[in-house]
């Protein structure tokens, strides 16, 4: 199988191409320059030259392989309806990569919220709402000779394989325990996001590219932990004997910005992937967040 990959220099992308290489692919990915794409060819990864702003490029590419994983910007319509349209009609694979801030909230720490699975309705907050119309019209393009489907991942973690082996919020946290020398978190710190290791994402591509049916959504999780369960692992791997204090939502939005503090951070996101458990029998086994904070890739 050939296999493009938009965000191939990134933490999920770079993961999956690792695998798809390693169980014998062809793999190409989009990356920006030359010198990363000479990284890229080491790796085993055809590089694609350009970024999601050359849509006729990217359309390209996603109609030389057979199946199209965007692991870039989750948001960027132009760019999917661009290798969407490349697509119509060939019955090829085109799996796109969205988030559980689809079902966040605006709890600033608080513990609220309802637990989602794949069909349960969805009623995004504004910053979220474009992304759930480009997972709809993704799930559409079913209908037109498309295999669309679209994977949303929780909170990831985990050391990735490929060319940026990092995650975003464990290593955020991380950053400002280290900073001020205690764990932290948003008011309270009650709110919680299901979680899931990268190792057994990447076990969800693939099994999803294997037996998948066109138009099928998955949430991608393994368990759950709020934010002050975390702060308090953190504290404990860096030394802090599990201290942990409130930071105010000003305060976080100034450090991550208002979508990181109060969408991410700050919000509940419980999720349970029983799709990807019962239809595609995805049975993730990877170490529990705080264990993986305590014992594995995050331990100084």
């Given at each position: 199988?050939?296999?493009?990959?938009?965000?191939?220099?990134?933490?999920?992308?770079?993961?999956?191409?690792?695998?798809?290489?390693?169980?014998?692919?062809?793999?190409?990915?989009?990356?920006?320059?030359?010198?990363?794409?000479?990284?890229?060819?080491?790796?085993?990864?055809?590089?694609?030259?350009?970024?999601?702003?050359?849509?006729?490029?990217?359309?390209?590419?996603?109609?030389?392989?057979?199946?199209?994983?965007?692991?870039?910007?989750?948001?960027?319509?132009?760019?999917?309806?661009?290798?969407?349209?490349?697509?119509?009609?060939?019955?090829?694979?085109?799996?796109?990569?969205?988030?559980?801030?689809?079902?966040?909230?605006?709890?600033?720490?608080?513990?609220?919220?309802?637990?989602?699975?794949?069909?349960?309705?969805?009623?995004?907050?504004?910053?979220?709402?474009?992304?759930?119309?480009?997972?709809?019209?993704?799930?559409?393009?079913?209908?037109?000779?498309?295999?669309?489907l679209v994977i949303c991942p929780s909170?990831?973690?985990?050391?990735?394989?490929?060319?940026?082996?990092?995650?975003?919020?464990?290593?955020?946290?991380?950053?400002?325990?280290?900073?001020?020398?205690?764990?932290?978190?948003?008011?309270?710190?009650l709110n919680v996001w299901s979680n899931v290791h990268i190792d057994?994402?990447?076990?969800?591509?693939?099994?999803?590219?294997?037996?998948?049916?066109?138009?099928?959504?998955?949430?991608?999780?393994?368990?759950?932990?709020?934010?002050?369960?975390?702060?308090?692992?953190?504290?404990?791997?860096?030394?802090?004997?599990?201290?942990?204090?409130?930071?105010?939502?000003?305060?976080?939005?100034?450090?991550?910005?208002?979508?990181?503090?109060?969408?991410?951070?700050?919000?509940?996101?419980?999720?349970?992937?029983?799709?990807?458990?019962?239809?595609?029998?995805?049975?993730?086994?990877?170490?529990?967040?705080?264990?993986?904070?305590?014992?594995?890739?995050?331990?100084?």
């Amino acid at each position: 199988m050939k296999v493009f990959i938009t965000g191939v220099t990134g933490y999920i992308g770079g993961s999956l191409a690792a695998r798809l290489v390693e169980s014998g692919m062809t793999v190409s990915g989009l990356v920006r320059d030359e010198a990363r794409a000479a990284e890229l060819a080491r790796r085993g990864v055809v590089p694609v030259v350009g970024d999601l702003a050359d849509t006729t490029r990217v359309a390209h590419a996603a109609l030389a392989a057979d199946a199209t994983i965007n692991a870039a910007n989750s948001d960027d319509r132009g760019v999917v309806d661009a290798m969407l349209s490349a697509l119509r009609g060939t019955g090829k694979t085109f799996v796109q990569s969205s988030g559980t801030s689809i079902v966040a909230d605006l709890a600033d720490g608080e513990h609220e919220g309802p637990v989602y699975d794949e069909t349960t309705p969805v009623q995004p907050l504004p910053l979220r709402a474009g992304r759930v119309q480009l997972n709809d019209a993704v799930l559409a393009a079913s209908s037109d000779g498309v295999r669309s489907l679209v994977i949303c991942p929780s909170l990831i973690y985990g050391r990735g394989r490929g060319m940026n082996p990092h995650s975003i919020q464990v290593p955020w946290m991380i950053a400002e325990a280290r900073k001020h020398r205690v764990g932290r978190h948003i008011g309270p710190g009650l709110n919680v996001w299901s979680n899931v290791h990268i190792d057994d994402l990447v076990d969800l591509y693939v099994a999803a590219l294997a037996k998948a049916p066109a138009g099928a959504f998955y949430f991608a999780e393994n368990g759950e932990s709020s934010m002050r369960d975390l702060a308090a692992a953190v504290s404990r791997m860096l030394g802090f004997e599990g201290r942990t204090e409130p930071m105010t939502v000003a305060e976080a939005v100034e450090i991550w910005g208002e979508g990181g503090a109060r969408y991410t951070m700050g919000s509940n996101s419980r999720v349970r992937a029983k799709r990807a458990r019962e239809e595609l029998g995805w049975s993730p086994t990877g170490p529990s967040l705080q264990q993986e904070v305590e014992e594995g890739e995050y331990r100084v």
